[in-house]
Each structure stands twice: as C-alpha cells, then as structure tokens.
C-alpha cells in the first residue's frame, strides 16, 4: 500500500484550530480585547456592526506591533508572550497560545494597522483566508486596530449554528463586560451599529460596576474584602434587595480571569441564605487571587471552567466572607430592610411573614425574625480570628454537594395564602386613577397595581400552559391579517410556533403578511396588531436575559396583554383581579420582580396624623 498521510496545509489547519478557539462573533471580540489588554492599552474601543457579522474591530492604543511582528501575528503558534516551557508557570498576559489571530485570519477577512513608539508610519496588513492580500504603510495612532470582516465567511456551517442576533449580541455583550470588571483602569468603549453601548471612563470597580449596570445599585453594594495567606477576595456584592430572578448579573474572576464556577456561584447564594428567595440569584462581582499553581485553568479551551486544588476550602472561605460582608451591612443604621411604611421590600418577597395577608402580625414582629438572622450572621465574626474559626465551623457544617450545584428551585406553593382574612364588613374594592385597586383589610389596606397583578396572573397562567402543555380552549376568528416588521419576521416565525400551545392559531401569508385564524378564548381580538407588536418587543428584549424560552414567552405576552394602567374596572373585575391574584404562587411580585401591591397597616397611618 503507498503511504497516504499528508501533512494538513496550514490554511487547513487553522481552520481546524479555529473551530476551538472561535465559536462565535463573542470569541472573536474576547481575543482581540484580550490582546488589546496585554499590549498594555488603557483606551480600548469595541466597534460592531450587525452583531459581528459585518465587523467587529478593536482598536487600542497599547505599544503596537514592529512591522515583522505584525506579519508574524497571524502565523500559528506565534506569540511574544511565552519563550520556554518555564515561561508556562508564570504567565501574567491573557493569552500565550499564539492560536487566535492565526485562526480568527483563517476564518475572516483582517485588516490590521499598528504602529510602534519608535515608527514613524504604520504597518497596513489585509490577510484573508490566512492569505496577506496586501501589505503597504498608512498613518495611524501609536497602537494596533484589528478589523475582523465576515467572520465565518468560508464556514457555512458555523455560521448556522449562531444563535439569533440579540442572542449573539449578548454574547458579545457579556465578553465586553467580563473584561471592563475587570480592568476598571483601562477606558473602554463599545460602539454597536454606531449606537454607543457603552463609554466607560477608567476609576475604581465600583464606578465600573455603575456604568455597567444599574445607577440604582450605587447605594446597595456592599464590599467584600478578606485576606488569608492562601487567599484574597475583594469585590462587590448587591444587598439581599437588588437580587434579581434572573441569573444574569453575577461575575466571579479568578487571577483576574473571568470563570463560570456552579461550584462558587453556590457557595454565594448559600450565604445569602434566607435573606433572599429561593427563586432570586445575587448580584455579585468578586476578583478572587491566589497563587496560580494551585489552580489549573486550562481544563477548558476557552478557560472559563477552573478547577481549585483545595475545592472545599475556597468554597468556606467564600460562603464566610459574604456571610462577614452581609453581617455588617446589616449593623448599619435602619437598614433598607425596616418595615418602614408598611413597605413590603425588606426581605425575601416570598417570605411567608412578608405579605399583607400572611399574618395578623403588626409590622414590627414582622421584622423581627429578618432582622435576627442579620444578626446571626454578624455575631462572633468581628475579627480575622473570628473568621478563621467561623471557617472552621463552615467546614464541619456544610454538606457541599459534590456534583450537582443546581440552585434551589422557584418558591413552592406551601406559602400560599390560603384565606383572605377580608375585612367582616366586606368594603368593595376600589379603583383610583384607573390604575390602583384599594382593598380594605383587617389590619389595614393594601394598594395594588392592575397592570402588574394581571401580568403575574397570566404569566402564571402561560407558563404553565407552555411547560405542560395543557390544552387552552381556542376561539376561531373570521382571519385577521398582521403585518411584521422586515427585521423582525424571522423572530416571529418561531414565535408564532410557540404560542399554538397558549391557544394561538398563526399561520405565514408569505413576506411581511401572517394571518390569525384563532386566539384564545377569553382573549380580546381587537387590536391584535397592537399586541403582537409589544409581543415581539418584549420578546426580543428579554432574550438578553437568561431565561428559557417558555418563560420569556409567557413573561411578554402576559406583558403585552395585560390590562394597562388607565383601564376602568367594574368591581366584579376587581375582585377577580384580588382573587387571582392570590390565588398565584408568588402573588408579589410581577414577573420581572416588581412590587403587585404595596401594604399599609392601620398604625402606620396613625403615625402619619400623630
Ligand atoms: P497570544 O495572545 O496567545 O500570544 P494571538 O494570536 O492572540 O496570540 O496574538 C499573537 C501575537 O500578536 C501576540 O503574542 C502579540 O505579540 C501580538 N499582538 C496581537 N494583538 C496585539 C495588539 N493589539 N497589540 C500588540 N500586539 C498584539
Ligand atoms: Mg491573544
């Protein structure tokens, strides 16, 4: 037999390589910022265009590349950042593979410009296909800009294994977050089809956080800081009050490197414990260091999973030192968390202590028990040695598990109210400003809001048709022709496929045309149109969020069709409004976790006249 083997054209293997290395628009903006960040940039710019299909390009103002460099940068294995075998041990730099340009030019179209200090004129290199195509001078700043034009050009298949484009864009969102936590030091800009997404100015973790997130979370950071000989976490952690129901917000770095760890992410929420719900997840942002040999962080290709020699010991200290953080906050003066006003915010929302029919409790007892676990959490843990023993005693205690971290699931129905202890003289429910609900009650009264009630109602009402796909009773309809954006047939295509289990009957018209031969019964078909309209909306606004796909349908269509603020009530819809309402299993909040009423007791009022 003659010999077959072949060595793979170079071309042809980075292609290979490529499919580790970049999977998506995201991998393609993570290496070049990566780089950006080793070059020792402090101003980075992200610019994209149709979620990085067109382009994505990162200009930075680091020290730039000498004109054989920016040559050699394409070639596989090429890196400044390793030399020997040692040099392994020791890496300081985000990258040291020498894989990702040669791979990301396999795949794409590149344009890079950079030039040194030294060099008076810049380096022009187009290489396509892992081919220069042209190579000559041009005048830029001192610093490097890659351009990465239709990426996955010659990979058909990659490209129709991307997910749709918000989802795409929020990848890329999510990698352009990871590394702003954590270079807060460093400007960095992201420009998406020239709308300025962000434009963050370099200062602390916290301004970063800031101009990240939410503004509001300014005053519920609260700072974690502890230190052992093994271990430094310093970091932010949102109060008990901004945990949200989403997963989303919660960042955890390793030397500076963002990881997914199930494993830390629950020995978070695990010192949260009962200050937030089953179903709410922590806002956090930690920077965890230790020394780089007792970790390995090369399990994964695209090193977000991280394995700790001594897993159980980070987990402690860990689960310790947000205990120690949410401890003192919680000594601070009258906390977010008193009841004042008869607010129902100041603890976990499906607390069976925390709602206005939970209880004849008067506010104060109602915040007792809170209030005592705040407490518990502090006590004895003044000083390091407190710490160290505390520690000690976690070890013992905790049963960490050992292969499933699922967090705990969404609140059960045992906190269900199962009476409504109504006021004997039966008032009738009252509307104000075509928008609030009044209902007198035993200890006093409660205000609800008749959009966010409806939304729970159906909300819980649609996730359960979806997730077990009970039948709903359909009504025909004489058709009703919609129309869809252009931009948005795609995404209502497969919406539309969704909602045959909630009672819908949509079929194509072909183009921009659909047409409703049946929605469900009890369902209002004037303005379909409008519906459908805010549907895709919320829709495609909630794919940034981390949640499946049943729940985001059922979370924008009972956004869509609830009843809206300025609708005029008759009292028997009102009480079916109340009624419903705790009929739910978590009747205080809406689905995207805004208060559905708020509870006022009698004795709050008094203070008001005192
Ligand atoms: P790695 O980062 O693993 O070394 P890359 O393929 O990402 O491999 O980059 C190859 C080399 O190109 C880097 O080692 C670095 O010397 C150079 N390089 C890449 N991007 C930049 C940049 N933005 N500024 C300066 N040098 C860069
Ligand atoms: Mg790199």
């Known amino acids: 037999m003659s010999d077959i083997i072949n060595l793979l054209p170079e071309a042809i293997a980075n292609q290979i390589a490529a499919g580790e290395v970049i999977q998506r628009p995201a991998s393609v903006v993570k290496e070049l910022m990566e780089n950006a960040i080793d070059a020792g ?60 340009l040669a791979s990301i030019a396999s795949i794409a179209e590149v344009e890079l410009k950079t030039r040194t200090e030294e060099s008076e004129v810049a380096n022009l290199i187009v290489i396509k296909t892992s081919e220069i195509i042209e190579q000559s001078y041009c005048q830029a700043e001192k610093g490097t800009s890659i351009a990465v034009k239709n990426l996955f050009f010659n990979v058909p298949a990659r490209r129709k294994f991307l997910k749709t484009d918000s989802v795409e864009l929020k990848y890329i969102t999510e990698e352009f977050k990871h590394i702003a936590l954590s270079y807060p030091d460093v400007r960095f800009k992201f420009i998406h089809n020239e709308n300025e997404i962000y434009n963050l100015l370099a200062g602390s973790v916290k301004k970063r956080i800031l101009g990240l997130f939410r503004k ?37 770095f390793v030397n500076n490197r963002f990881v997914k ?34 970790i390995d962080i090369n399990v994964h290709p695209t090193k977000q999973e991280i394995k700790f020699d001594d897993e159980r010991l980070i987990y402690n200290y860990l689960k310790v030192s947000i205990k120690h953080a949410l401890g003192r906050y919680s000594l601070s003066p009258k906390l977010d968390f008193e009841n004042e006003n008869g607010d129902i915010r100041m603890s976990n929302p499906n607390s069976p202590n925390n709602g206005p029919f939970s209880s004849t409790m008067a506010s104060t007892t ?16 003044e000083d390091k040695g407190e710490l160290q023993r505390e520690l000690d005693q976690e070890d013992e205690r905790s049963n960490i598990p050992k292969e499933e971290y699922t967090m705990p699931s969404a609140a059960s129905g045992d906190l269900l109210v199962e009476t409504l202890p109504l006021d004997s003289e039966e008032k009738e429910p009252y509307q104000i400003h075509n928008s609030y609900i009044i209902v007198q009650i035993k200890s006093g009264f409660f205000i ?38 252009k931009d948005r047939v795609e995404i209502f295509t497969e919406l539309a496929k969704e909602m ?36 895709i909306d919320q829709y495609s606004s909630n794919l940034d969020l981390d949640i499946s796909k049943n729940e985001n349908l059922a979370r924008a269509m009972a956004q869509s069709a609830a009843i809206k603020k300025g609708k005029r009530l008759d009292v028997e819809e009102m009480r079916t409004l109340v009624d419903e309402l705790f009929a739910c299993e978590n009747p205080y909040t809406s689905p995207i976790g805004k208060k559905c009423f708020v509870n006022y007791e009698l004795s709050d009022l008094e203070k008001q006249f005192g």
């Open 41 to 100: 940039a402090t101003h980075i710019n992200l610019i994209v265009k149709n979620y990085g299909k067109s382009l994505i390009q990162v200009i930075d103002n680091g020290k730039g590349m000498s004109e054989t460099d920016a040559r050699m940068c394409f070639e596989r294995h090429a890196t400044s950042k390793i030399k020997s075998a040692e040099d392994l041990f020791s890496i300081k730099t985000m990258g040291f593979r020498g894989e990702a």
């Open 216 to 252: 509001t979370y300014e005053q519920k950071l609260l700072r974690v800081e502890e230190e052992t000989d093994v271990l430094k976490i310093i970091g932010l952690i949102g109060s008990p009050e901004i945990a949200r129901k989403q997963k989303g917000e919660q960042y955890i």
């Open 261 to 294: 760890s199930h494993y830390l992410n629950h020995a978070i929420s695990g010192a949260y414990d009962t200050l937030i719900g089953d179903d709410q997840f922590p806002f956090f942002v930690l920077f965890l260091e230790l020394d780089p040999s007792n």
């Open 366 to 381: 109602r915040s007792a028990p809170v209030m005592r676990q705040w407490q518990s959490l502090y006590n004895g843990m």
């Open 448 to 485: 609800l809001d008749q959009y966010l009630a409806h939304q729970r109602i159906l909300y819980e009402k649609y996730l359960l048709n979806l997730n077990d796909g009970e039948e709903l009773i359909q009504k025909q309809l004489f058709p009703i022709s919609l129309q869809i954006p």
């Open 500 to 535: 045959k289990n909630l009672g819908f009957d949509i079929q194509s018209f072909g183009g921009e045309t659909f047409v409703v031969h049946g929605i469900p019964s009890g369902f209002n078909d004037n303005n379909l149109q409008d519906l459908v309209d805010r549907l």
